[in-house]
């Protein structure tokens, strides 16, 4: 096992802390760490994709399972398979898209690992038919305080407080998903432009749950009769029957090629005051905008292409300054639309440099106690964390979000207050219960939990 002390951030690279890291070879290695722990605590860590604090702790000790990464068995006749904490949702497509089976829940990215999904409790493209990871979850192998390494199956106390709970329940070391079977490896892909934030919700919700991803980016620069205007994209799995008769069974990864998600100019360090200015953000959404089709279908699309398309894409973050980025992500309920029309509004009336959002409309919501994702709407968008008066501008659209019912995601949060927490977490009593039952000596900490009173 090796062990150094690093300097740690979140995906957003705001807020670094320093940490004693930890790299176990396997299960043992990692008990001996939650059994040694400092008064600081610990607390597990995989690829760093959370944009916020959840996977630091100042002063502590942090596990980085990224090296427990084997894949136990595919049971390709039940639909199963068993893996470490640390394999990547990437690998994980790699290794069942050939066998005709796909991870159960895909996120934006591949760069998380099973526990982080698990921990995080990460909702897909499609939450409103399949929910999120952990609902797919048979069984996991978590470690605990005590540094014994438990079998934790749904339906108990202790998984609906893991799922979603950010490795404050113990170590996430391994898990038994239940797959989803799929016939070719082609997405078939509608896109289409919508005028403003009114027809972009209507087209979510016409032809109700026929084609069952979808997403939508939102130009949040756009004013008067355009604001939140977007483009929605939405998919199904391709049948035999959709795929051309050349297709065969379509070779779902380049053997060659340049390695996706590097920024093109190598070695180029965040800039001092990053290029995401409003003109800036302007005219690269106006660019995107007008570039995309106003209505084509049936497009056939790779399954990574379609799920992980910001993959293959240049590395954006320094062009958000050394300051980093934050990443608001919020939750509200049907029938609350006109909250989000105002957030919508207010977001594109302070001139906020935003080129990344994403609206998505979610389902039934999971057990998890601290799970994010809840029936209606989410957005989720980047903004540069230098902007003048940000936080107090964010305090206030929380104001908003909590008014309405809503949340934020807790596991890409960064800059949250304690009250709001609680007031948007209406479980986060039985949580806090729970864990100082099972953990009373507070041996998983993170820089999050102690910043939110976790």
């Given at each position: ?9 979140g995906w957003g690279r705001t807020a670094p802390t320093t940490a004693v890291r930890f790299r176990p070879r396997g ?428």
């Amino acid at each position: 096992m090796s062990v150094d002390t690093v300097s740690l951030t979140g995906w957003g690279r705001t807020a670094p802390t320093t940490a004693v890291r930890f790299r176990p070879r396997g299960y043992e290695e990692a008990a001996a760490v939650v059994r040694g722990r400092g008064p600081r605590g610990v607390i597990a860590r995989g690829l760093g994709r959370s944009p916020g604090d959840a996977a630091q702790n100042a002063g502590g000790s942090v596990l980085d399972l990224s090296g427990l990464a084997r894949i136990g068995g595919v049971d390709a006749a039940a639909g199963v398979v068993r893996c470490d904490a640390g394999v990547s949702l990437e690998r994980l497509l790699r290794v069942l898209l050939p066998l005709g089976w796909l991870p159960p829940v895909l996120p934006g990215t591949g760069r998380v690992t099973v526990g982080g999904a698990i921990g995080s409790d990460l909702p897909g493209l499609d939450h409103r038919r399949a929910g999120s990871f952990a609902r797919h979850v048979s069984a996991l192998e978590l470690l605990t305080a005590d540094g014994e390494v438990r079998t934790v199956l749904p339906g108990t106390a202790l998984f609906d407080a893991t799922a979603g709970g950010l490795g404050l329940t113990g170590v996430i070391l391994g898990a038994t998903l239940r797959l989803r079977r799929v016939s070719t490896g082609l997405m078939a892909v509608s896109t289409g432009r919508a005028g403003d934030l009114d027809d972009l919700l209507a087209r979510f919700t016409a032809g109700g749950d026929r084609l069952p991803y979808a997403s939508a980016w939102v130009d949040l620069t756009a004013r008067g009769r355009a604001t939140g205007r977007g483009i929605l994209t939405r998919g199904e799995h391709a049948t035999p029957d959709m795929c051309p008769a050349h297709a065969g069974r379509t070779r779902l990864f380049p053997r060659s090629g340049a390695a996706p998600g590097r920024f093109p100019f190598p070695g180029l360090p965040p800039l001092p005051g990053g290029l995401l200015g409003p003109a800036a953000a302007a005219l690269c959404n106006e660019v995107r905008y007008r570039g995309s089709p106003r209505a084509r279908s049936g497009e056939l699309r790779p399954v990574p292409a379609f799920f992980h398309a910001s993959d293959a894409l240049p590395d954006v973050r320094p062009l958000y300054g050394r300051g980093g980025l934050v990443r608001y992500r919020f939750t509200v309920g049907h029938g609350q639309e006109e909250t989000l029309h105002r957030v919508v509004r207010r977001i594109a009336a302070r001139r906020s440099p935003a080129v990344r959002a994403v609206l998505q409309r979610f389902g039934a919501a999971d057990p998890g106690l601290l799970s994010f994702a809840a029936p209606g709407w989410s957005l989720e968008l980047d903004l540069p964390a230098s902007l003048p008066g940000l936080g107090r501008f964010l305090d206030g659209v929380d104001e908003e979000v909590a008014a309405a019912g809503g949340r934020l995601c807790l596991a890409q949060d960064s800059r949250m207050r304690p009250e709001t927490a609680a007031a948007m977490y209406p479980r986060l009593a039985e949580f806090r219960e729970l864990r100082a039952r099972l953990d009373p000596a507070g041996a998983f900490r993170s820089d999050l939990s102690r910043r939110l009173g976790l």
